[in-house]
Protein backbone atom coordinates (compact mmCIF):
# COMPACT_ATOMS: atom_id res chain seq x y z
CA UNK A 1 0.00 0.00 0.00
CA UNK A 2 1.07 3.34 -0.93
CA UNK A 3 1.90 5.56 2.13
CA UNK A 4 0.17 8.09 1.36
CA UNK A 5 -2.92 5.72 1.49
CA UNK A 6 -2.14 5.04 5.19
CA UNK A 7 -3.78 6.43 8.11
CA UNK A 8 -1.49 8.91 9.58
CA UNK A 9 -0.70 8.39 13.48
CA UNK A 10 -1.54 11.10 15.84
CA UNK A 11 1.35 11.69 19.01
CA UNK A 12 -0.91 9.15 21.17
CA UNK A 13 -0.73 6.42 18.99
CA UNK A 14 2.62 7.13 18.57
CA UNK A 15 3.84 7.33 21.89
CA UNK A 16 1.56 3.85 22.65
CA UNK A 17 3.85 2.66 19.71
CA UNK A 18 7.43 2.96 21.01
CA UNK A 19 5.99 1.84 24.80
CA UNK A 20 5.56 -1.94 22.81
CA UNK A 21 7.61 -4.43 23.95
CA UNK A 22 10.64 -4.98 21.54
CA UNK A 23 13.22 -7.55 19.89
CA UNK A 24 16.37 -5.90 19.03
CA UNK A 25 18.43 -8.33 16.88
CA UNK A 26 21.60 -6.02 15.73
CA UNK A 27 23.39 -4.83 18.24
CA UNK A 28 27.17 -4.36 18.80
CA UNK A 29 28.11 -4.67 22.44
CA UNK A 30 30.91 -1.66 23.20
CA UNK A 31 28.90 0.37 20.33
CA UNK A 32 25.98 0.39 23.13
CA UNK A 33 28.61 2.14 25.75
CA UNK A 34 27.35 5.43 26.78
CA UNK A 35 30.25 8.02 26.19
CA UNK A 36 30.16 8.93 29.60
CA UNK A 37 30.97 5.18 30.65
CA UNK A 38 33.83 5.12 28.46
CA UNK A 39 35.26 8.96 29.63
CA UNK A 40 35.07 7.56 33.33
CA UNK A 41 36.56 4.23 32.50
CA UNK A 42 39.34 5.85 30.35
CA UNK A 43 39.83 8.68 33.33
CA UNK A 44 40.15 5.79 35.92
CA UNK A 45 42.91 3.93 33.55
CA UNK A 46 44.63 7.10 33.12
CA UNK A 47 44.61 6.83 29.18
CA UNK A 48 43.69 9.95 27.13
CA UNK A 49 40.74 9.23 25.11
CA UNK A 50 40.00 13.32 24.98
CA UNK A 51 40.65 13.39 21.29
CA UNK A 52 37.21 10.76 20.92
CA UNK A 53 34.59 13.31 22.56
CA UNK A 54 33.09 16.36 20.80
CA UNK A 55 32.88 19.41 23.96
CA UNK A 56 29.28 18.61 24.60
CA UNK A 57 30.62 15.07 25.66
CA UNK A 58 29.23 12.83 22.78
CA UNK A 59 31.68 10.82 20.33
CA UNK A 60 33.05 12.33 17.77
CA UNK A 61 34.32 11.10 14.30
CA UNK A 62 33.56 12.37 10.55
CA UNK A 63 32.81 9.28 8.86
CA UNK A 64 31.88 5.58 8.99
CA UNK A 65 35.80 4.59 8.29
CA UNK A 66 36.79 7.02 10.91
CA UNK A 67 34.28 5.78 13.14
CA UNK A 68 35.43 2.51 13.62
CA UNK A 69 38.56 3.75 14.46
CA UNK A 70 36.73 5.79 17.25
CA UNK A 71 35.23 2.65 18.16
CA UNK A 72 38.10 0.90 18.58
CA UNK A 73 39.83 3.61 20.52
CA UNK A 74 36.90 3.52 23.11
CA UNK A 75 36.87 0.21 23.04
CA UNK A 76 40.98 -0.23 24.72
CA UNK A 77 39.38 0.83 28.09
CA UNK A 78 37.57 -2.17 28.36
CA UNK A 79 39.97 -4.14 29.49
CA UNK A 80 38.93 -6.94 32.14
CA UNK A 81 35.52 -9.38 32.10
CA UNK A 82 34.15 -6.89 35.21
CA UNK A 83 34.89 -4.12 32.29
CA UNK A 84 32.71 -5.72 30.21
CA UNK A 85 30.00 -7.32 33.11
CA UNK A 86 29.52 -3.34 33.98
CA UNK A 87 28.88 -2.75 30.24
CA UNK A 88 26.83 -5.06 30.00
CA UNK A 89 24.59 -3.97 33.27
CA UNK A 90 24.22 -0.35 31.27
CA UNK A 91 23.65 -1.40 27.94
CA UNK A 92 21.25 -3.45 29.19
CA UNK A 93 19.32 -1.02 31.71
CA UNK A 94 19.16 1.36 28.77
CA UNK A 95 17.75 -1.23 26.84
CA UNK A 96 15.30 -2.07 28.77
CA UNK A 97 14.45 1.82 29.16
CA UNK A 98 13.44 1.32 25.53
CA UNK A 99 10.69 -1.73 25.92
CA UNK A 100 13.61 -4.21 24.28
CA UNK A 101 12.67 -7.71 25.70
CA UNK A 102 14.56 -9.58 23.66
CA UNK A 103 18.24 -8.69 22.02
CA UNK A 104 21.22 -10.59 20.60
CA UNK A 105 24.42 -8.55 20.75
CA UNK A 106 28.23 -8.60 18.88
CA UNK A 107 30.67 -9.65 20.82
CA UNK A 108 34.05 -9.79 19.62
CA UNK A 109 36.80 -12.21 21.09
CA UNK A 110 39.15 -9.44 19.33
CA UNK A 111 38.45 -7.27 22.13
CA UNK A 112 37.38 -9.79 25.01
CA UNK A 113 40.77 -11.19 25.89
CA UNK A 114 42.60 -10.80 22.12
CA UNK A 115 41.50 -14.08 20.84
CA UNK A 116 42.48 -16.29 23.81
CA UNK A 117 40.09 -19.07 24.09
CA UNK A 118 40.76 -19.12 27.73
CA UNK A 119 40.57 -15.45 28.08
CA UNK A 120 37.20 -15.74 25.94
CA UNK A 121 35.80 -17.89 28.39
CA UNK A 122 36.19 -15.78 31.58
CA UNK A 123 35.13 -12.73 29.48
CA UNK A 124 31.98 -14.30 28.20
CA UNK A 125 31.27 -16.28 31.58
CA UNK A 126 31.58 -12.42 33.14
CA UNK A 127 28.86 -11.14 30.85
CA UNK A 128 26.36 -13.93 31.38
CA UNK A 129 26.38 -13.49 34.70
CA UNK A 130 25.67 -9.65 34.31
CA UNK A 131 23.15 -10.47 31.61
CA UNK A 132 21.39 -12.73 34.00
CA UNK A 133 21.22 -10.45 36.71
CA UNK A 134 19.56 -8.20 34.20
CA UNK A 135 17.09 -10.29 33.21
CA UNK A 136 16.18 -10.68 36.89
CA UNK A 137 16.02 -7.12 37.64
CA UNK A 138 14.48 -6.03 33.77
CA UNK A 139 12.90 -8.91 32.02
CA UNK A 140 15.34 -8.13 29.54
CA UNK A 141 16.86 -11.30 27.46
CA UNK A 142 20.12 -11.29 26.10
CA UNK A 143 21.85 -13.70 23.53
CA UNK A 144 25.07 -13.57 22.06
CA UNK A 145 26.30 -13.81 18.10
CA UNK A 146 30.11 -13.99 18.41
CA UNK A 147 31.40 -11.65 15.78
CA UNK A 148 34.93 -11.39 13.35
CA UNK A 149 36.22 -7.88 12.35
CA UNK A 150 36.59 -7.55 8.47
CA UNK A 151 39.11 -5.45 8.46
CA UNK A 152 41.28 -7.53 10.94
CA UNK A 153 41.50 -9.76 7.98
CA UNK A 154 40.74 -13.57 7.29
CA UNK A 155 43.44 -15.06 9.83
CA UNK A 156 42.26 -13.44 13.28
CA UNK A 157 38.49 -14.31 12.02
CA UNK A 158 39.60 -17.97 12.43
CA UNK A 159 40.60 -17.46 15.88
CA UNK A 160 37.26 -15.86 16.46
CA UNK A 161 35.33 -18.64 14.86
CA UNK A 162 37.38 -21.01 16.10
CA UNK A 163 36.28 -19.13 20.04
CA UNK A 164 33.24 -19.20 19.02
CA UNK A 165 33.23 -23.00 18.26
CA UNK A 166 34.65 -23.35 21.73
CA UNK A 167 31.79 -22.00 23.37
CA UNK A 168 28.62 -22.10 21.02
CA UNK A 169 25.52 -23.00 23.08
CA UNK A 170 21.98 -21.56 23.69
CA UNK A 171 23.36 -18.45 25.21
CA UNK A 172 26.23 -17.97 22.26
CA UNK A 173 24.49 -19.00 19.34
CA UNK A 174 25.41 -16.88 16.37
CA UNK A 175 28.39 -16.21 14.61
CA UNK A 176 28.61 -13.28 12.19
CA UNK A 177 30.97 -10.38 10.46
CA UNK A 178 31.04 -6.92 11.64
CA UNK A 179 33.87 -4.20 10.19
CA UNK A 180 34.24 -2.24 7.53
CA UNK A 181 32.78 -4.15 4.60
CA UNK A 182 34.80 -2.02 1.94
CA UNK A 183 37.71 -4.56 2.73
CA UNK A 184 37.76 -7.76 0.74
CA UNK A 185 35.27 -10.36 0.18
CA UNK A 186 32.77 -12.35 2.27
CA UNK A 187 33.73 -15.16 0.88
CA UNK A 188 37.49 -14.51 2.09
CA UNK A 189 35.95 -15.52 5.59
CA UNK A 190 33.94 -18.77 4.59
CA UNK A 191 36.53 -21.04 6.42
CA UNK A 192 35.32 -19.18 9.68
CA UNK A 193 31.71 -19.62 8.98
CA UNK A 194 31.61 -22.72 8.13
CA UNK A 195 33.49 -23.54 10.96
CA UNK A 196 30.93 -21.51 13.48
CA UNK A 197 28.37 -23.52 11.29
CA UNK A 198 29.49 -26.87 11.82
CA UNK A 199 29.55 -25.92 15.43
CA UNK A 200 25.94 -25.67 15.76
CA UNK A 201 25.91 -21.68 15.00
CA UNK A 202 23.86 -19.06 12.99
CA UNK A 203 24.84 -17.36 10.44
CA UNK A 204 24.79 -13.38 9.86
CA UNK A 205 26.69 -10.59 8.01
CA UNK A 206 27.25 -7.23 7.62
CA UNK A 207 26.29 -6.84 4.03
CA UNK A 208 24.99 -4.09 1.58
CA UNK A 209 25.50 -1.10 4.24
CA UNK A 210 27.91 0.42 1.85
CA UNK A 211 28.61 -2.03 -0.81
CA UNK A 212 25.54 -2.62 -3.63
CA UNK A 213 23.23 -5.70 -4.04
CA UNK A 214 25.92 -8.00 -5.22
CA UNK A 215 27.64 -7.92 -1.58
CA UNK A 216 23.95 -9.11 -0.25
CA UNK A 217 24.22 -12.11 -2.87
CA UNK A 218 27.46 -12.82 -1.92
CA UNK A 219 26.74 -12.91 1.99
CA UNK A 220 24.08 -15.81 1.12
CA UNK A 221 25.89 -17.77 -1.64
CA UNK A 222 29.20 -17.77 -0.17
CA UNK A 223 28.74 -17.52 3.68
CA UNK A 224 25.35 -19.59 3.44
CA UNK A 225 23.62 -16.82 6.08
CA UNK A 226 20.38 -16.94 7.83
CA UNK A 227 20.27 -12.88 7.93
CA UNK A 228 22.16 -10.04 6.50
CA UNK A 229 22.88 -7.16 8.85
CA UNK A 230 21.90 -3.87 6.99
CA UNK A 231 21.26 -4.99 3.40
CA UNK A 232 19.33 -2.50 2.39
CA UNK A 233 21.49 -1.45 -0.42
CA UNK A 234 20.00 -4.82 -2.07
CA UNK A 235 17.12 -2.54 -3.52
CA UNK A 236 19.52 -1.03 -6.25
CA UNK A 237 18.53 -4.26 -8.13
CA UNK A 238 14.90 -6.10 -7.86
CA UNK A 239 16.49 -9.49 -8.11
CA UNK A 240 18.27 -9.45 -5.42
CA UNK A 241 15.26 -8.13 -3.39
CA UNK A 242 13.26 -10.96 -4.74
CA UNK A 243 15.84 -13.67 -3.68
CA UNK A 244 15.82 -12.60 -0.37
CA UNK A 245 12.31 -12.81 -0.06
CA UNK A 246 12.25 -15.96 -1.58
CA UNK A 247 14.99 -17.43 0.16
CA UNK A 248 13.17 -15.42 3.74
CA UNK A 249 16.72 -13.66 4.14
CA UNK A 250 15.59 -11.92 7.40
CA UNK A 251 17.32 -8.35 6.99
CA UNK A 252 19.02 -6.40 10.66
CA UNK A 253 17.89 -2.76 9.39
CA UNK A 254 19.01 0.27 11.31
CA UNK A 255 17.51 3.04 9.76
CA UNK A 256 19.09 5.80 12.18
CA UNK A 257 22.49 4.50 11.83
CA UNK A 258 21.94 4.81 8.17
CA UNK A 259 20.75 8.07 7.68
CA UNK A 260 23.10 9.06 10.76
CA UNK A 261 25.88 7.53 8.39
CA UNK A 262 24.85 9.27 4.97
CA UNK A 263 23.53 5.46 3.68
CA UNK A 264 20.17 7.85 2.47
CA UNK A 265 19.99 11.40 2.62
CA UNK A 266 16.71 10.97 5.40
CA UNK A 267 14.95 8.49 6.73
CA UNK A 268 11.94 8.91 3.98
CA UNK A 269 14.20 8.21 1.32
CA UNK A 270 15.43 4.74 3.28
CA UNK A 271 14.20 1.28 1.75
CA UNK A 272 13.14 0.16 5.08
CA UNK A 273 9.36 0.12 3.78
CA UNK A 274 9.86 -0.34 0.11
CA UNK A 275 11.53 -3.92 1.17
CA UNK A 276 9.01 -4.98 3.66
CA UNK A 277 6.37 -4.09 0.73
CA UNK A 278 8.05 -6.28 -1.64
CA UNK A 279 8.03 -9.03 0.79
CA UNK A 280 11.74 -9.09 2.68
CA UNK A 281 11.59 -9.86 6.14
CA UNK A 282 12.39 -6.67 7.73
CA UNK A 283 13.56 -5.91 11.60
CA UNK A 284 14.35 -2.97 13.41
CA UNK A 285 17.55 -1.95 15.66
CA UNK A 286 19.85 0.74 16.59
CA UNK A 287 23.54 -0.86 15.72
CA UNK A 288 25.36 1.46 17.99
CA UNK A 289 22.70 3.73 19.59
CA UNK A 290 24.96 6.45 21.66
CA UNK A 291 26.81 6.60 18.27
CA UNK A 292 24.42 7.41 15.98
CA UNK A 293 22.20 9.30 18.69
CA UNK A 294 19.41 6.79 18.07
CA UNK A 295 17.29 4.24 20.72
CA UNK A 296 14.80 1.81 20.00
CA UNK A 297 11.69 4.20 21.27
CA UNK A 298 13.49 6.92 18.46
CA UNK A 299 13.65 4.21 15.50
CA UNK A 300 10.14 2.93 16.56
CA UNK A 301 8.50 6.97 16.52
CA UNK A 302 10.26 8.05 13.57
CA UNK A 303 9.25 4.82 11.75
CA UNK A 304 5.54 5.14 12.60
CA UNK A 305 5.82 8.95 11.49
CA UNK A 306 7.71 8.54 8.59
CA UNK A 307 5.58 5.39 6.91
CA UNK A 308 2.77 5.65 8.90
CA UNK A 309 3.35 2.18 10.26
CA UNK A 310 1.02 1.02 12.92
CA UNK A 311 1.19 -0.80 16.23
CA UNK A 312 0.07 -4.03 14.24
CA UNK A 313 3.09 -3.53 11.76
CA UNK A 314 5.28 -2.88 14.85
CA UNK A 315 4.27 -5.98 16.36
CA UNK A 316 4.52 -8.24 12.81
CA UNK A 317 8.09 -6.95 12.52
CA UNK A 318 9.11 -8.27 16.29
CA UNK A 319 7.04 -11.48 15.73
CA UNK A 320 9.36 -11.59 12.09
CA UNK A 321 12.69 -10.82 14.44
CA UNK A 322 11.57 -13.49 16.79
CA UNK A 323 11.18 -15.95 14.51
CA UNK A 324 14.79 -15.04 12.36
CA UNK A 325 16.20 -15.13 16.60
CA UNK A 326 19.19 -17.49 16.79
CA UNK A 327 17.77 -18.60 20.41
CA UNK A 328 16.47 -22.26 21.01
CA UNK A 329 12.27 -22.66 20.50
CA UNK A 330 11.35 -22.20 24.72
CA UNK A 331 13.22 -18.91 25.01
CA UNK A 332 11.61 -17.79 21.70
CA UNK A 333 8.07 -18.83 22.31
CA UNK A 334 8.67 -17.09 26.01
CA UNK A 335 9.61 -13.59 24.03
CA UNK A 336 6.77 -14.13 21.72
CA UNK A 337 4.00 -14.23 24.65
CA UNK A 338 5.58 -10.68 25.82
CA UNK A 339 5.74 -9.59 21.75
CA UNK A 340 1.66 -10.43 21.98
CA UNK A 341 0.22 -9.63 25.52
CA UNK A 342 1.58 -5.91 25.49
N1 LIG B 1 29.02 -1.50 11.30
C1 LIG B 1 30.08 -2.29 11.02
N2 LIG B 1 30.96 -2.62 11.92
C2 LIG B 1 30.81 -2.16 13.16
C3 LIG B 1 29.76 -1.35 13.49
C4 LIG B 1 28.82 -1.00 12.51
O1 LIG B 1 27.86 -0.28 12.78
N3 LIG B 1 29.88 -1.06 14.80
C5 LIG B 1 30.96 -1.69 15.23
N4 LIG B 1 31.53 -2.35 14.25
ZN1 LIG C 1 26.27 -3.13 12.62
Same mark, same amino acid.
Do not use: W
Given at each position: MKIEDREPLDDEAIDAITRLPKAELHLHFEGGAPPGFIRDLAKKKKVDLSKIF??????AYRDFVHFLSVYEAATS??? =???? &????? !????EQSAENGVVYSETFLSPD &?????????WR????? %?????????????? !?????? =?? %????GPDQARTAARCAAETADDWLCGFGMAGDENMGKQKDFSYSFDMAREAGLKLTSHAGEWRGPQEVREAVEDLGVARIGHGVR? %??? +?? =????????? %? =???VCPGSN? &? +???FPSLDKHPI?????????? !??STDDPPFFHTTMRKEYAALAKTFRWDAQTFTELNRTAMSAAFCDAETRDAVLKKIDNP
Open positions: NADGSYVLQ =TPED &FARLC !TAVL &FCGGGDVVAEYLHA %IREAAEAAERAHGI !TLRGIV =TC %IRHFA %IGD +LA =TVDMLAEQE %I =TLEV &F +LGVDQLRERGVKV !TV
